[in-house]
């Protein structure tokens, strides 16, 4: 049986140190959490006024919100007299053991991150990265989705993308379409020079500024080639250049001239009789 003294004794060496620093355990852990959350809250409203995305603001938020949580769970348990040092460790071998293990998810995530704060492109664009082409729909944290022009998804880990080169052809809002169209050598080369002139003028798609070129590029084999490049607005550059290429078909045809095509001749020589019998 426990005696006044023992219990006494128990309460002043046990039980009030216990819950003193279970008591303060608890208040850090409250006011630890409470800290968190408007560092937290300010970090997100910061990153929403600097207009980055919304994802990345998350994820981030998400990232910080663990970390000085670790924090505020390693300062209770301190207070309690858990032995952190040990816990640390552990924690921070652990870590090391899972980022070796997802190095390579760790890469995505890292250029994941990079496309999302530098946006060398923007969910809409066409692109063309990762040996791929298409119209960008999302760009996650690990992986970005595009559509290709047959409409076909593809996910493709963001490394892969900011690991290489990306041209992105909607950034602009203008574009150059190059078009090369050839003529025979017995044709008026002048008009048919002053033929494709004319037709870039009639096409109010295609800009005065910059301004148009249309010049001799080369003597082919078989053909004088001009080279023709008017800019346009980039939603206009696909249908310029299938209606124009069209176009000058049919005034070439109507005007005369000739769109040399590769052929052979091949020349046939017949022996002499004389030859033959002597054979």
Known sequence: MFNQEDIEMYINTYAIPWGINIAMAIIIFVL??????VIISMIGKLMAKSKYDAMLVDFLKSILNAILMLFVVVASLDQLGVDTTSLVAILGAAGLAIGLSLQYSLKNFAAGVMLLVFKPFRSG??????????????????????????????IVP???????????????????????????????????????????????????EPAPVVAVSSLGDSSVNFVVR??????????????????????????????PFPQMDVHLYKESEGQEEGK
């Open 230 to 259: 008017p800019w346009v607005k980039k939603e206009d550059y696909w249908a310029v250049i299938w209606a124009f290429t069209e176009n000058v078909k049919l005034r070439f045809d109507q005007e005369g001239i000739s769109i």
């Open 32 to 37: 630890g959490r409470m800290v968190v959350g």
């Open 125 to 154: 664009d066409f692109i063309e990265a990762a040996g791929t082409a298409g119209v960008v729909k999302k760009i996650g944290i690990f992986t970005s989705t595009m559509n290709t022009p047959d409409n076909k998804e593809i």
């Open 158 to 208: 963001n490394g892969k993308i900011y690991g290489d080169n990306i041209v992105n052809y909607s950034a602009m809002a203008t574009r150059r379409a190059d078009m090369t169209f050839g003529i025979g050598y017995g044709d008026d080369l002048l008009k048919a020079k002053t033929l494709l002139e004319q037709m870039i003028t009639e096409d109010e798609r295609i800009l005065t």
